[in-house]
């Protein structure tokens, strides 16, 4: 498996544990890691930021950071510093988030999202690829210079076609979240590479998630699987996703075996490695975000054995 092409995401940790865990991820060789800001949580740029003043190798990537709260171009004037610290190394994922962190945490109206999201990326990558912005559209009106432009890729997050396709239109690629593989190649894949034809643009990559375990423990998997999935069963995105993917009952906010299955890889080394690989070839991924699920009453152990097992790839 090309390790270019797997990274890890894990939510665990403080801020100030995430950053000693990144910095021991990029001495181990892992690839990538992934941070969220979800709601008024932590602020993964910040973070990526100060990892990128102490590591050498390690591409980090935002999965993602909501686009409501935060105008693009500061987005821009924050991923031109970590850009200029770790030259190549920054991916940045924006998204809309949901109406129930946006309006709830922010009192923002979470209106017309993708409209939104659009016009979003067009000013942020223009400001952040070319350095000049001048747009005017329906939500954003920017005429300006940001300085140090660079060439970090825009990516957005994707559930359903519509996102998908918006992501062919205008972004340098989609990052799903708990798609079922099956589901990203029958859905999110064609949807990608229609909206890239509509653009007469090449297809960007497709980034897939999972959760992985490294335990053969099926019942402290569960435990910790329901434990962490439990909010996405909430959100009426993430259940209309599953639902489409073929699991009905998400509409009943339950973790059902087949869902489980379906977004969660557990087991031994070698089992978890060859359900990586499958899940990659099956969904046509270009690569993958696996989302370290702690069985264990030791998190931080449970980490150090997942970057140790990805890096190894």
């Not at 801020?15 to 181990?28: G, H, Q, S, Y």
């Not at 957005?156 to 996102?163: E, F, G, I, M, Y």
């Not at 205008?170 to 949807?191: E, N």
């Amino acid at each position: 498996m090309d390790k270019g092409r797997i990274g890890i995401a894990f939510s665990e940790l403080t801020p100030a544990k995430t950053l000693e865990a990144i910095v021991r991820a990029d001495e181990l060789g892992v690839p990538t890691w992934w941070l969220a800001t979800g709601g008024a949580g932590a602020d993964a740029l910040t973070l990526f930021g100060a990892a990128a003043a102490r590591t050498k190798a390690i591409r980090m990537g935002t999965a993602i950071v909501p686009t409501f709260p935060r105008h693009p171009l500061v987005v821009a004037q924050q991923a031109e510093v970590i850009a200029s610290l770790a030259p190549g190394r920054l991916v940045v994922g924006v998204g809309p988030s949901h109406a129930v962190s946006v309006e709830g945490a922010f009192g923002i109206p979470f209106q017309r999202p993708l409209e939104h999201l659009g016009e979003y990326v067009t000013v942020l990558k223009s400001g952040l690829q070319t350095g000049a912005v001048n747009f005017d559209g329906a939500r954003f009106h920017v005429h300006t210079q940001v300085p140090y432009p660079s060439s970090v890729p825009v990516m957005v997050s994707a559930l359903q076609a519509n996102s998908f396709r918006l992501a062919g239109r205008v972004a340098d690629g989609a990052i799903s979240w708990i798609c079922p593989a099956p589901y990203l190649r029958d859905v999110a894949l064609p949807a990608l590479k229609e909206g890239a034809a509509q653009a007469n643009r090449a297809v960007p990559p497709l980034v897939g998630h999972t959760f992985i375990a490294l335990s053969g423990d099926l019942s402290e998997v569960a435990r910790s699987a329901r434990k962490r999935l439990g909010f996405y069963l909430r959100v009426p995105s993430y259940i209309q996703t599953l639902s489409a993917a073929g699991y009905p009952e998400a509409q009943r906010g339950e973790l059902t075996d087949g869902i489980f299955s379906a977004v969660v890889i557990h087991g031994d080394e070698a089992k978890v490695a060859a359900g990586l690989r499958s899940f990659m070839e099956t969904a046509g991924a270009s690569e993958l975000i696996a989302s370290i699920l702690p069985v264990s009453p030791d998190p931080e152990a449970d980490l150090e054995r997942a970057m140790r097992f990805i890096a190894s790839l």
